[in-house]
């Protein structure tokens, strides 16, 4: 056990392999933009009825799951818990990297992408997305100003200050990715005040889930481990955020199902609907919610050789599912404009539709991910980073702040 | 030398520095603003005052009267607004006004009607768009501007009536009066190059079952407003209470 | 120091074959007479004029304006073509030589409704 925990030097097998892979997905998703582009969204999956398709859903984790991760980094300088300071700035990176590739992609997959300055320079404000692009730039300048007062000497008086700006505003900015769709009162999915602190909670449990596995793997490659007690810490915070998560997303469901005209609704979802149940209760359900649990706090469970970090990731895949379900499943169900009527039209009233992404946008969608991976690894590269903090005390007790 | 007081005012001095003032500032005016002036010159009419509040653009579709197999509405919005285009996925392929079938499953009665945008009072899609490119004109009329629509799609997940539409590939063969391109949304916009000419939309003159009526709801004498007085109607979706500017009977 | 000067030399050569090979855009009048604004000044600020237009034709309903884009076209369109792109078209062969892309045409249709010269500026649209 060490106190503190370098980067791995770029010789480190896997370094560069990795970074290959991510330029390597990201090149064909920037490919796929292009063939996008040029061919128009005729070449994608998605029509009039499944308006965002795959690489939003894409998008929408990887902006939940980065603000999330921010936090991670932020409970050390802005709460005070020591044995979580040296955290920050590779959550703080984390963050940056999620919400650059996540956004990257959603500015792509619009119908017209070249005109990113129009919607940089027009906004209403009564759209959660004209908000979005005060608070995503703004999210952006701040996390860097956090980083800043966490890595260099001079500014570290002021890292709390930063800290609690950022947490305040990642905050804002979650609570209006949710908003997106919970202010959205045409859909049956959505129409919800719960959809926005429901996205608060997915953040803590993916951001969680995404740190921890980010910085097991580089701890591994540079020979090190965490300490058996925080690790322990960590794992027993993911699992509260796995429960709390759980929590949100069953008392949305209750509501639903209680109410007469969203019964028809639940029951595409949660049993009709095809992929949309396999996805709910084999993917969020079993995979993402009762497994990791299972992993994190049955002993039988916790024995298995890096059980936390299986459990990250079984998280991981839960969510993406459910995000699935979430976005593409509430278009698959048709709106109600005729309640309690059965409809037809050649515009699909009335119908149940299938969703089929094209390979362009797979493509584009793990894109994103190439774009964070890349990011991620090259900050790791060039800037000061390091693992494990002399001015953290990890050697002494760590369960006493 | 005489006293400037002595000498009388010389009328002769006064209209020349008058004539020269006036053609002096008529210079510096068409120096300051030289295609202004050629402006009024080429002239061949004047811009109209534009759409206004007084106004309200209504429309009463009376479902008794449509008929069940029946689509000449949705071939004269598509012959009007040049959308012609095919797509391999027709759920890809625009449709501005449609006809939906009903069924009631209790009763079994059937009827059919057109869908199209609604031009709400409260628009949800102009809530949500991040440009400000969903507007909603001062005549009540609901457009995209496709000058600063981005493509994101937003509106059209807003929308209660799936009213809106996006065009998935290159258009080529659009009407002058419409212009519409890849990567924006659109909607039916009332026709609003041909109701700003005086005209009626092309749906409404196209059904032969005379189901629809176009006109000023604001104004007490017009035909819409004084049978929505006095017959029963009803607005799609009430409940969210959006105000709309498309009203129903028979439903 | 010779192998720079025969450097140099050797780049400006290159250098001032692409000049010398772009052609200028030949711009073909089909309808002679008032433009509504004199050349220089369309040069320099049609699109100023244009962007106000649609700004006020689109959002405030104002229908009749001088610097209307449909006007343009049908007064511009080639004769040949009936569009204002393709090869010899009125604003194609500036805005290739300028290597300035126009965003108007993914939605505006470029080719004039009107046979070519009917129509004048300023008549209401």
């Known amino acids: 056990m060490t106190h503190s925990v370098a980067i791995p030097p770029a010789s480190a097998k896997g370094f560069y392999f990795l970074t290959a892979i991510g330029a390597l997905v990201s090149a064909l998703g920037f490919a796929a933009v292009i063939y996008m582009e040029h061919h128009g969204h005729q070449v994608t999956g998605m029509n009039n009825q499944f308006v965002w398709g795959l690489p939003l859903v894409f998008a929408f984790f990887q902006l939940v799951a980065g603000s999330g991760a921010l936090n991670v980094g932020l409970i050390g300088p802005v709460f005070g818990k020591q044995v979580y300071k040296p955290f920050a700035p590779l959550a703080g990176l984390l963050a940056l990297a999620l919400l650059a590739g996540g956004v990257l992609v959603i500015l792509l997959d619009l119908g017209r992408p070249d005109r990113v300055p129009v919607a940089l320079t027009h906004m209403n404000l009564t759209s959660v997305f004209g908000w979005d692009v005060i608070l995503f730039n703004g999210f952006f300048a701040i996390v860097i100003l956090f980083l800043w007062t966490q890595m260099s000497p001079a500014m570290r008086r002021y890292s709390q200050t930063a800290g609690l700006l950022a947490l305040v505003w990642r905050f804002i900015l979650t609570t209006g990715t949710g908003s997106i769709f919970g202010f959205l009162v045409a859909r049956q999915a959505y129409q919800s005040a719960i959809v926005a602190p429901m996205f608060i909670i997915f953040s803590f449990a993916w951001g969680m889930a995404v740190f921890l596995v980010v910085q097991r793997a580089l701890l591994r490659s540079a020979g090190a481990t965490l300490h058996p007690d925080i690790a322990r810490r960590m794992g027993n915070l993911l699992g509260i955020f796995i429960v709390a998560a759980f929590y949100f997303v069953l008392v949305y469901h209750l509501t639903n199902l209680y109410y007469a005209r969203q019964t028809a609704f639940e029951e595409f979802i949660l049993v009709s609907g095809g992929v949309f149940p396999k996805l709910f209760w084999g993917g969020y359900i079993a995979l993402g919610t009762v497994l990791p649990l299972l992993l994190l706090y049955v002993p039988a469970f916790q024995r298995i050789q890096g059980s936390d970090l299986i459990a990250a990731v079984l998280t991981l895949l839960g969510g993406l599912a459910l995000m699935y379900v979430f976005i593409v499943g509430a278009q698959a169900f048709p709106l109600e404009i005729f309640p309690g009527m059965q409809v037809k039209s050649s515009f699909l009233d009335g119908q149940i539709d299938h969703y089929v992404p094209s390979t362009a946008e797979v493509l584009l969608s793990f894109g994103g991910f190439g774009i964070s991976l890349v990011i991620t690894l090259i900050a790791l590269r060039v800037l000061p980073f390091k693992l494990l903090d002399d001015n953290a005390p990890l050697a002494a007790d760590p369960l006493h702040d | 030398m005489s006293a400037p007081h002595d000498k009388a005012p010389d009328s002769g001095r006064r209209s020349f520095i008058g004539a020269a003032a006036a053609t002096g500032a008529g210079l510096g005016v068409a120096a300051l603003a030289p295609g202004l002036q050629l402006i009024e010159v080429s002239a061949a009419g004047t811009p109209s005052t534009g759409a206004s509040s007084d106004k309200r653009w209504g429309m009463l579709i009376d479902s008794n009267k449509c008929a069940s197999g029946c689509d000449a509405c949705v071939k004269a919005c598509n012959r009007e607004n040049g959308i012609t285009e095919t797509l391999q996925d027709v759920r890809q392929s625009s449709q501005w006004i449609r006809k939906v079938d009903l069924k009631d499953p209790k009763s079994g009665r059937e009827h059919s009607l057109p869908v199209l945008c609604q031009h709400c009072a409260k628009p949800t899609c102009v809530d949500v768009c991040p440009t400000g490119a969903s507007m909603k004109r001062a005549d009540g009329i609901v457009l995209v501007d496709r000058h600063i629509c981005i493509g994101c799609r937003y509106c059209m997940m807003a929308c209660p009536y799936k009213a809106r539409s996006f065009v998935h590939l290159t258009l080529t063969e659009q009407n002058p009066e419409v212009p519409r391109g890849q990567g924006c949304v659109e909607a039916c916009t009332f026709c609003v190059h041909r109701v700003d000419k005086g005209q009626q939309p092309a749906c409404v003159e196209a059904c032969p079952e005379r189901a629809m009526l176009f006109g000023d709801l604001k104004d007490p004498h017009s035909e819409i407003a004084q049978r929505i007085a006095q017959e029963a109607t009803t607005q799609l979706r009430s409940d969210l209470k959006l105000d709309l500017g498309v009203r129903y009977q028979g439903i | ?125």
């Open chain 3, 1 to 125: 120091m010779k192998r720079t000067l025969v450097g140099l030399g050797a780049f400006l050569l290159l250098a001032g074959s692409v000049y010398a090979g772009t052609p200028k855009p030949a711009v073909k009048i089909e309808n002679p007479g008032q433009c509504i604004a004199p050349a220089a000044e369309m040069r320099a600020n049609h699109m100023e004029k244009l962007k106000h237009t649609r700004t006020r034709t689109l959002r405030q309903g104002i229908r009749g304006e001088v610097a209307s884009l449909n006007g343009c076209i049908n007064c511009h369109a080639s004769k040949t073509t009936g569009s204002v792109l393709g090869p010899g078209g009125f604003c194609q062969e500036c805005h290739s030589y300028a290597a300035v892309s126009p965003d108007c045409w993914i939605c505006h249709q470029p080719k004039a409704k009107q046979p070519v010269g009917q129509t004048t500026a300023g008549v209401q649209q």
